[in-house]
């Protein structure tokens, strides 16, 4: 009986060996849960000569990218440390090396930066509050942020509240930080809670640079049009559209692009540039300068400006206005004539479509007669118009059918360049798709801007393919190759023919500006009209779900 209760115990115990470890239980889903703090929570008449505080939380958890997430309103300066940020601890740790403002209510908004240590369960959005004074401020500020002409919300939206009393100034932005500071959520909504009373200039930017405050001529920027008086908690729902601030006037480089090609930069979008040599005397020059551009283009003739140094430095003046700076260039005589022209039309050949062309140089001349287009054996007649804007690009117009075969031949002498410099024999060929390999994409606009406007065809990788000045409300793009699309509308509102971003020192908001909110999927052989609702009324309150532009899809598959 004893050898049999022995031989048992060890089957037994082998039989428990095998069976595989424990699993733990369920996975911990559950973020960190606060527990206490030193001092405690909406504490008044906090010193302000505090050097530490202390929060319990009720397991171990780490601080990820803390600099990115932890927001303190008002600033406490860079001076303010925290942890754990390496080694996981059950308290978070903030050291203080700099006095607190008296009578002030401090809220630490800890974003996504608390996670548990093992799981990374997040905390998101916790807020530690506190006063140095007799009560918490409790005011707060509602809104809504979003940058019209972009398909997606940059990643580092923050809104900003400036105090306007007898210190305030507009460039108080680009010197400090915002006394108030808080992160605009993914859906683009906002809260600034725990405000005092008084008056404001409310404020957001793109805080690429992460250091909490506008970077002038860095990142975008918007502002609420007028002072807030806030004295007490309101409905007022505010909206604020991001723009790159126009910048002030300022010359840049210079620098040789090419054979007789010289390039000048510039910021503030000005409307005019002059530009004289100081040291050499170009008497072929020519300026290529449209208003409002970065750049400036500055043409000559080395085979009559002959420029004996293999190597020279050329100095220059550019005149804005009343500003005249001196620019210098070092220009090679290595770089050759060589005339290029090449074939620049973004979307497919299809029928009614231009083909364009593009040279390395301006064109002087374009002879119609030294270019023949070919359909198989069948020569076709064909129109070349110079293009509108630019100097350096035309355009061919001749009829083009689905499913065909075409060869354009370039004969001598079709494009003379300034430099009175022809181009060589070319031949170009390209096959139209059929009719099954394409799709059509239509657009119908309601609600469409008052002043004429800029509407758009981009692809997915946010490049241009279609632009038309117009103020029609229904718009047709057939025969797209297979992809996603999307639109956009830049509205000229003072019909001036550029589309003017905005100037906070001019207290000047940009110009609208629309974007399609989802990208259309064109298929082949389908017929898709989108009809897109456009609407100039302010967005709806910042607690409801994100808001997008009302859009209908109405798709016709084959019948």
Request: aromatic share 12%; net charge negative; with cysteine.
């Amino acid at each position: 009986m004893r050898i049999f209760s022995f031989v048992w115990a060890i089957l037994l115990l082998f039989s428990c060996a095998r069976q595989g470890t424990p699993t733990g239980g369920p996975r911990d889903e559950e973020p960190p849960k606060f527990i206490s703090a030193n001092p405690d929570t909406l504490s008044l008449q906090v010193s302000t000569d505090l050097k530490e505080i202390n929060l319990q939380f009720d397991e171990y958890l780490v601080l990820k990218d803390h600099t990115q997430n932890i927001i303190i309103s008002p600033p406490l300066g860079s001076t303010a440390t925290f942890t754990p940020v390496g080694s996981p601890s059950k308290n978070i740790r903030i050291k203080l090396n700099e006095a607190l403002q008296a009578n002030t209510t401090y809220n630490i908004n800890f974003g996504q930066a608390i996670q548990d240590n093992n799981e990374g369960n997040k905390l998101p959005y916790f807020q530690y509050v506190f006063s140095t004074g007799d009560f918490i401020d409790s005011l707060e500020i509602n809104g809504r942020v979003r940058v019209p002409f972009l398909r997606k919300q940059p990643e580092h939206l923050m809104v900003g509240l400036y105090k306007v009393d007898s210190t305030y100034s507009d460039s108080l932005l680009i010197k400090k930080k915002p006394f108030y500071v808080a992160k605009v959520n993914e859906k683009g909504a906002f809260k600034l809670n725990y405000l005092s009373a008084g008056k404001y200039q409310l404020m957001a930017f793109d805080d690429e640079l992460q250091n909490m405050q506008y970077d002038f001529g860095k990142e975008k920027f918007g502002f609420y049009d007028e002072i807030i008086d806030f004295q007490e908690n309101n409905a007022v729902d505010y909206s604020l559209n991001l723009f790159d601030q126009k910048k002030d006037y300022r010359a840049g480089k210079a620098e040789q692009k090419g054979y007789g090609h010289l390039l000048f930069r510039f910021e503030g979008e000005p409307e005019d540039i002059s530009v004289e040599a100081l040291d050499f005397n170009f008497t072929t020059a020519s300026n290529d300068f449209q208003a409002r551009q970065d750049s400036m283009n500055f043409w000559f003739d080395p085979s009559i400006d002959s420029i004996e140094e293999r190597t020279r430095r050329i100095h220059f003046l550019v005149k804005h206005k009343t500003q005249v700076d001196s620019v210098s260039l070092v220009y090679s005589n290595a770089t050759k004539h060589q005339l290029k022209l090449e074939k620049l039309s973004k979307l497919s050949e299809a029928p009614n479509r231009k083909v364009d062309f593009h040279s390395n140089y301006p064109i002087a001349r374009l002879d119609s007669t030294q270019v023949k287009v070919w359909k198989d054996t069948l020569q076709l007649p064909v129109k070349i118009t110079p293009h509108l804007t630019s100097k350096q690009a035309f355009s061919m117009e001749f009829p083009i059918e689905l499913n065909a075969q075409y060869d354009i031949e370039f004969l001598p002498e079709l494009v003379t360049d300034i430099f009175g410099k022809t181009n060589d024999s070319l031949t170009f060929s390209f096959q139209t798709k059929t009719k099954n390999e394409l799709g059509n994409l239509g657009l119908n606009l309601v609600g469409k801007p008052a002043h004429p406007f800029w509407l758009q065809l981009l692809n997915e990788k946010d490049e241009v393919l279609v632009e038309e000045y117009t103020q029609a409300a229904e718009f047709n793009f057939p025969y797209l190759q297979p992809g996603n699309y999307y639109f956009k509308i830049l509205v000229d509102e003072n019909e001036n023919g550029h589309w003017d971003t905005g100037d906070f020192f001019l207290r000047k908001q940009a110009e609208k500006a629309f974007i399609y909110p989802t990208l259309i999927n064109v298929r082949p052989l389908w017929e898709m009209v989108e009809t897109w609702q456009l609407s100039d009324e302010k967005l709806p309150k910042a607690t409801e779900e994100a808001v997008e532009e009302e859009t209908v899809s109405n798709e016709k598959s084959p019948s």
